[in-house]
C-alpha cells in the first residue's frame, strides 16, 4: 500500500483564531484557560475526515508542545506531529523522539551564541511588548508594538548566514537557519520514506516545507515570498483557504 503523507500547518491554514470571522458554521478547536480560542470550520471538519482515509496527516507547527496539545481537530489524533518548528517530533500518546531533538540541537549548535545576542537585544527593546521566550533552546519569540522597528534593529545587528528573522502580526521571532519545516521534512522522510507528498501552510515559516513536497498548496497572498519558479499552487480564494485546499487534495487523491 501507498505511503501518502499530508504535511499540514495548523494556523490559520486548518483553524483559526476567534478574532478571524469564519462564519457561523465553526466548532472549537481549542480550549485555553476556559476559553475557546481557535476554531475550524464544519465543512473543513468534514473534508478532514474523509481525507484521513486516503492520507496519513502529520501536522507541522511552530507552536510548542504545550500549545499543540491543547487543540483538537475532531479526527483520531495523528500519531506523529512535528512542533517547535519541527525540531520536536511527537510519537504515539505525545511522547517525545528523544533522539530527533537531541539531533535538533545539533543542528541549531552553531546558532546558539547569536541566539543569545539575539535574546539580549529582544530584552532591550523599546518596542517590546510581551517577555522574550527562549524555546527548548531553538528559536526565541516575543512580541512589539512596532513590529517593523523592532526586525530593522534585529536585522542590523544578527547575521543572516545564521538566523531567519519573522514577524506574524505583533509576534518577532528569531529561527536559525536550520530549524526550519522544510529541513524537519527532509529529516522525516529518511525515517519514513513515503511514496507520495503533499503540505499546506499559510506563512514565510511554511515555504521551506511546502519547496519540499509532490503537492504544495498555499493562500495565493504568499505568491511573491515564494519568488519565481515555484512549485506551489496558490489557492484562488474563492473560499476558506482550509476548505479550499482540503477539496483540492481530496479531489487529487481521488482522481477527481
Same mark, same amino acid.
Given at each position: ?9 495548523? &494556523? ?15 466548532? #472549537?478547536? =481549542? ?20 481525507? =484521513? ?30 512542533? #517547535? ?10 511522547? =517525545? &523522539? ?12 552553531? #546558532? ?12 532591550? &527593546? ?46 518577532? +521571532? ?20 513515503? &511514496? +507520495? ?45 482550509? =476548505? ?13
Amino acid at each position: 500500500m501507498l505511503m501518502r503523507i499530508f504535511y499540514s500547518d495548523l &494556523d490559520n491554514t486548518l483553524i483559526y483564531s476567534y478574532k478571524h470571522d469564519i462564519g457561523r458554521a465553526k466548532r #472549537c478547536a =481549542e480550549i485555553y484557560q476556559g476559553r475557546e480560542i481557535s476554531f475550524m470550520t464544519e465543512k473543513t471538519h468534514r473534508l478532514l475526515c474523509r481525507l =484521513e482515509r486516503l492520507v496519513r496527516i502529520v501536522p507541522v507547527t511552530t507552536r510548542t508542545k504545550e500549545q499543540y496539545e491543547r487543540i483538537d481537530l475532531g479526527i483520531e489524533q495523528p500519531p506523529l506531529a512535528l512542533v #517547535c518548528n519541527g525540531g520536536v517530533l511527537l510519537q504515539k500518546n505525545g511522547e =517525545e &523522539d528523544a533522539s530527533w531533538y537531541e539531533e535538533s540541537l545539533r543542528l541549531v549548535s552553531p #546558532c546558539q551564541s547569536q541566539l543569545a545576542y539575539g535574546e539580549r537585544l529582544l530584552a532591550q &527593546d523599546p518596542d517590546r511588548c510581551f517577555a522574550v521566550r527562549n524555546i527548548r533552546s531553538l528559536f526565541l519569540f516575543t512580541k512589539s508594538e512596532n513590529p517593523p522597528q523592532t526586525l530593522s534593529r534585529l536585522k542590523a545587528a544578527l547575521d543572516p548566514a545564521l538566523v531567519d528573522l519573522f514577524s506574524n502580526g505583533m509576534k518577532i +521571532y528569531i529561527v536559525p537557519k536550520s530549524l526550519t519545516k522544510g529541513t524537519a521534512i527532509r529529516r522525516f522522510h529518511k525515517r519514513v520514506n513515503p &511514496d +507520495y507528498t503533499i503540505s499546506a501552510g499559510d506563512s514565510e515559516f511554511d515555504l521551506p516545507m511546502l519547496w519540499q513536497t509532490d503537492l504544495a498548496l498555499a493562500p495565493r497572498a504568499l505568491k511573491p515570498q515564494a519568488g519565481a519558479g515555484s512549485n506551489i499552487i496558490f489557492m484562488q480564494g474563492r473560499q476558506l483557504f482550509s =476548505e479550499e485546499l482540503l477539496t483540492y487534495i481530496e479531489d487529487a487523491l481521488s482522481g477527481g
